[in-house]
């Protein structure tokens, strides 16, 4: 019968090796986020022509309005179609109140998102009674009847016709006003992300993704489950709001066709799953991915719907090769390529009752050996090994 002395094979992770690779991860990530960071910011110095340039604010607005929708897609796994009507409104808000009401361009930007947080209490109300694709047909309800309503009430809105906003910057250059506008919406998303970060690491977050998991059990254990998605959505129509007052002011020209369009709120459901929902970065590499690809395809195909071809076969293939979103498919990859986290090595049965003991927090109980009683004292140890 084997003693305590005589060597017993386990599998016993090396010393430290967690703790390195989770530090060697988070350097990756902090890197990849300096890096994205600094090619954000560098941008409008490299961008050939102020066609480029505008492009890049389109990809931004985009990358705004996708993370505002990751909060209620994201955290509530409830699918919205009608988060393009919530920046219609953030836009036709803002133009309103400087054209007709004669407030500042940024005050105005302000108020109209914070109009729309309170707009979004009934909605909410109203729209998150009811889950699956009843929740989906409620969004598209809503694009819909402020469609309507912004068409026809054409001595407030401009129907038709449109709605011309000044420019709160009149006397820059077009290039110039393309760039100061580049940094506002990188400084609003820079917002968003950061409020979408603190969310996900607080109890409130915590709730909410229970909801995402199973809502009734969430609701069963305690969760005031209608409140949260409520205080989401709300949140979520907020940030909507400013990228679309935001997108105002730098277009200077509104559409209620446009505006209220089902094809935006595609869009950002698109960005969102492509780059992954329940990522924080998920709808920013999203919106890069879609928004140059849209960008490109009417520049190149013109008036024509190939654009939107495109996006079909491009939701088509995330749905059937990365249906959890880029970045979760990317470390995925990234897991399978790393080495073995254990390590097959040769330990005593008393080495293994010491490091046992540590882990518990109490001392190892050594039993003395002698030369007499070593088998006797080995046998009992290998025993009490198996029993345990």
């Not at 506008?181 to 609003?188: A, D, K, V």
């Not at 907020?238 to 869009?267: E, M, N």
Request: no cysteine; hydrophobic share 55%.
């Amino acid at each position: 019968m084997p003693s305590a002395s005589e060597p017993t094979t386990v599998a016993v992770p090396p010393a430290g090796a967690v703790t390195t690779r989770r530090g060697l991860g988070r350097i990756l990530q902090v890197a990849a986020i300096v890096l994205l960071a600094v090619a954000v910011l560098a941008f409008p110095s490299l961008a050939p022509n102020p066609y480029v340039l505008s492009a890049g604010v389109v990809v931004l607005n985009y990358a705004v309005l996708s993370t505002s929708w990751n909060f209620v897609g994201g955290f509530t796994g409830y699918i919205s179609l009608g988060h393009g009507a919530l920046a219609g409104l953030g836009g036709y808000g803002t133009a309103l109140l400087v054209t007709k009401a004669g407030l500042p361009s940024f005050v105005a930007l302000a108020v109209a998102a914070l109009l729309v947080a309170v707009l979004a209490v009934p909605i909410g109300f109203a729209a998150l009674r009811v889950r699956g694709a009843s929740f989906v047909i409620v969004s598209i309800a809503l694009v819909l009847i402020l469609l309507l309503v912004f068409q026809s009430w054409a001595s407030l809105t401009g129907g038709s016709r449109g709605l011309v906003v000044p420019r709160p910057f009149p006397d820059l250059l077009r290039p110039e006003h393309h760039r100061v506008f580049y940094y506002l919406f990188t400084g609003l998303l820079a917002l968003a992300l950061l409020a979408w970060w603190v969310v996900d690491r607080s109890r409130f977050g915590l709730g909410l993704k229970a909801i995402r998991e199973d809502e009734d059990k969430a609701e069963a254990l305690g969760t005031p489950t209608f409140a949260y998605k409520l205080v989401v959505f709300v949140v979520s129509a907020a940030f909507t709001a400013l990228g679309g007052g935001l997108y105002a002011l730098w277009f200077g020209d509104l559409d209620p066709v446009f505006q209220f369009s089902i094809l935006t709120g595609s869009y950002l459901v698109l960005m969102a799953l492509l780059g992954g929902v329940r990522n924080l970065f998920g709808p920013l590499i999203g919106a890069l991915v879609v928004g140059i690809g849209l960008e490109y395809f009417k520049v190149e195909f013109g008036d024509t719907q190939l654009h939107l071809v495109a996006t079909g076969l491009l939701l088509a293939l995330v749905v059937l090769f990365m249906p959890d979103g880029v970045l979760p498919a990317v470390g995925s990859l990234l897991g399978r390529m790393r080495p073995a986290q254990n390590s097959i090595r040769e330990v005593t049965a008393a080495e293994l009752r010491e490091q046992r003991a540590a882990a518990a927090g109490a001392p190892a109980a050594r039993e003395p050996v002698d030369a007499a009683a070593g088998g006797t004292a080995g046998a009992r140890s290998q025993s009490r090994e198996e029993r345990t």
